[in-house]
Every structure is written in C-alpha cells, then in structure tokens.
C-alpha cells in the first residue's frame, strides 16, 4: 500500500527541472602565464538558479588507472575558476572564468570542472519534484608546443591505434582503404589521451587507415598497415 501510494504521489508531483546552459564544455588551455578562457553559463529558467562549482583532476587519462581527483586542497590548486559559486536571476547570463597556473608541462593535464545547481525553494501550490542537472566541461591544460602522435601497431594480432604524442586528439572517422576508390567506414571514433591506445575491433589486412583526427583543429591522416 505505501509502495502504491508513493508512485501516485509521484505521479501527481510537479517536476520543476533547474536548467542552464554552457556555450562551451570544452576548453583549450597552454601552460603560458595568464592563459585563461571563459564559459558562459545562462539560466533560461524562470526560478532562480543557484550555481556552484567543482574543480577535479584527471590523473593518467584515458588508461586503466585512471583517477578523477576532487581538488580541495588550496595548496594544489593549479586550475582556478572564478567565481567558484553564483546566483543567476531568470534570464541572466554570467562569465566563469578558467585560468590555468600550470607551467612548463612535458604533457597536457586535464581537468573537468562540474557546474552544479544547488537546491533552492520551489514556489507551488501542489508537491514538487526538483530536477537538478548538473554539467560537467573538460579542461586541457596543453604543453605550447604539444602535438599528438597517432600510430596504427598490431598487438596480438589486433590493430590499435596509439597516440605517442603529449596532448589528446579525438578521433572523429576513420576509414579502411585499399585505394582511393576503395575505402569502408570503421566503428573506431573516440577521445586517445596521451599515451594511451584502443584497438580496432574490425578485422582489416593491408591498405591504409584514414582517419579524421580533431585537437584544435581538425585533419585527415593516413596510416599504413
């Protein structure tokens, strides 16, 4: 009976989501002094939207081991963002700045920095159900002269693709080809960190990979096999 209960109390709530938006949830960052961008947060709901954000570490990106690290410690800060809690009235719009006080990296840091609603008061006549969404962006903290490095290598008789280079590339499309005449899409696309390699689960022999790579820009590679 209070399983039947709760349901139709549920059914009977009012859901009042708290939204907004980000113009951007990826951002590209060099360990220069001052390098800095901005994520442009908007509240298009009509409550209040009271925002606050969290700052982690990615610690060995992309392979087993890896770790996401909440940064609490002042003393290992090295990703700043300001202002780090925020009241947005409906309508209103507000600059979170990013700065980065990395220095001299042999190899891109990453970061994810989550902006959360927090609950506020729900003004209704009836039970309301409060939806918080929160949203995360990725921060690439980059060597100035990092570069990624991708490389087809067979491994236990399976192709992988590796990125041997300093910074992350995302792998948007990649082709099987015999000839230029002769080329079939893969299922392979995803974010190689670092030092880090995925295998190619197809079956493929001779020709060549091409692939559509994008780091700051984007651009087509071809790999022999």
């Not at 989501?17 to 951007?24: E, W």
């Not at 996401?68 to 719009?93: I, N």
């Not at 100035?144 to 192709?159: F, H, N, P, V």
Request: net charge neutral.
């Amino acid at each position: 009976m209070r399983t039947i209960t709760a349901a139709l109390l549920l059914l009977l709530a009012q859901q009042a989501l708290a939204a907004m938006s980000l113009d951007k949830i990826i951002v590209y960052l060099d360990d220069s002094p001052n390098a800095r961008d901005d994520i442009l947060v908007a509240n298009p709901d009509k409550e209040t939207l009271y925002l606050q954000t969290e700052i982690y570490r990615v610690d060995n990106p992309g392979l087993p081991n890896e770790e996401r690290v909440r940064v609490v410690d002042p003393k290992e800060f090295k990703l700043l963002v300001s202002p780090s809690k925020a009241v947005l009235a409906p309508g209103e719009q507000k600059r979170f700045r990013i700065m980065s006080l990395e220095r001299n990296l042999p190899q891109e840091k990453v970061y994810r920095v989550t902006f959360k609603p927090v609950v506020g008061d729900i003004e209704a006549s009836r039970t309301a159900l409060k939806i918080l969404v929160a949203y995360q962006a990725l921060i690439f903290v980059q060597p100035r002269d990092g570069s990624y490095k991708l490389t087809a290598e067979k491994q236990d008789g399976k192709w992988m693709l590796k990125n041997g280079g300093n910074v992350n590339v995302e792998v948007v499309e990649v082709l099987h080809c015999q000839s230029e005449e002769d080329c079939r899409p893969l299922a392979f696309k995803g974010r190689l960190y670092a030092g880090a390699a995925q295998p190619v689960e197809e079956d493929i022999a001779g020709g060549y990979l091409e692939l559509l790579a994008r780091g700051r820009e984007a651009e087509r590679i071809q790999l022999p096999l």
